[in-house]
């Protein structure tokens, strides 16, 4: 609990440099895979969607260019929901909230994406049915995340990659403006990802399928999965 209550600050006091300290550690595809995500979920633009853990608002603020009209932001932090809140002008409903509980109707939504935020939510097993259970029939779920390769000479470059590598850029950036190094609590989280193909096996167990794209060796994710159908029972 402590080490999330830090994950969850580390954010807020990453606030002012998030974005583009983001796009250079993760060699540029942060915000490409964000879009990417974003386009797939394109046919509900008019629909309410969910953004899970949507922080300081980067993929909120991308969907409402690419025209989404009804955007619940789900976050635990308030400072965050907040300054996303001001930033951000109409068609986004922040909620405090954490993905385990989401405090939405069954089938009130027609997709829900989540981006770099899954990693840190604590029971993701939990966190993916609730995603399901919000979803109406046929919905989608878009995951973008750090990736946890399953091969573990890929694994070990991307471990020593977040462990060693990563921290040096990201305080090369940040300079003297923070006292600690936020992006430090990757390391963590990513001590608690499920392998890839983990990941979307538990997606696929809730959702009936699930599709994993891997970038940069396997060190970012999109896992996607359409809520199957439940088809009615022929009456005998
Ligand atoms: C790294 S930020 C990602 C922000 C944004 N989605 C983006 O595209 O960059 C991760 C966010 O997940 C939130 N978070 C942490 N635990 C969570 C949980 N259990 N449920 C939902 N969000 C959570 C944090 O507060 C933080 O704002």
Redesign the pocket.
């Known amino acids: 609990m402590a080490e999330?209550s830090a994950?969850?600050e580390a954010?807020?006091q990453?606030l002012p440099f998030?974005?583009w300290i983001?796009e250079v550690i993760s060699l540029g595809l942060?915000g490409p895979l964000?879009r990417r995500a974003i386009r797939r979920l394109g046919s509900s633009r008019k629909d309410w969607v969910l953004?899970?853990?949507?922080?300081?608002?980067?993929?909120?603020k991308l969907m409402l260019h690419a025209g989404f009209e009804r955007i619940v932001g789900?976050?635990?932090?308030l400072v965050?929901l907040r300054s996303t809140k001001a930033s951000l002008t109409g068609n986004f409903y922040p909620i405090q909230?954490?993905?385990?509980t989401v405090p939405l109707r069954t089938g009130s939504v027609a997709g829900v994406i989540?981006?770099?935020?899954l990693?840190?939510?604590?029971?993701k097993n939990r966190?993916i049915e609730e995603f399901a259970r919000i979803t109406t029939a046929d919905g989608l779920l878009e995951i973008?995340d750090v990736g946890k390769p399953d091969n573990q000479l890929l694994q070990g470059i991307i471990r020593l990659y977040i462990s060693f590598i990563m921290p040096l850029v990201a305080r090369a950036l940040i300079g003297p403006r923070a006292g600690i190094n936020p992006f430090k609590m990757i390391i963590p989280t990513f001590r608690s990802l499920p392998t890839n193909q983990a990941l979307t096996r538990l997606v696929a167990r809730t959702y009936g399928s699930a599709k994993l794209h891997q970038f940069q060796l396997g060190g970012l994710v999109i896992v996607e999965a359409e809520r199957a159908r439940v088809s009615a029972k022929p009456l005998d």
């Open positions: 999330w994950v969850k954010v807020e990453a998030y974005e983001s942060a964000r953004d899970s853990g949507s922080g300081p608002g980067v993929s909120t789900l976050d635990p932090s965050l909230a954490i993905a385990e989540t981006c770099f935020s990693r840190d939510v604590q029971d966190s973008v």
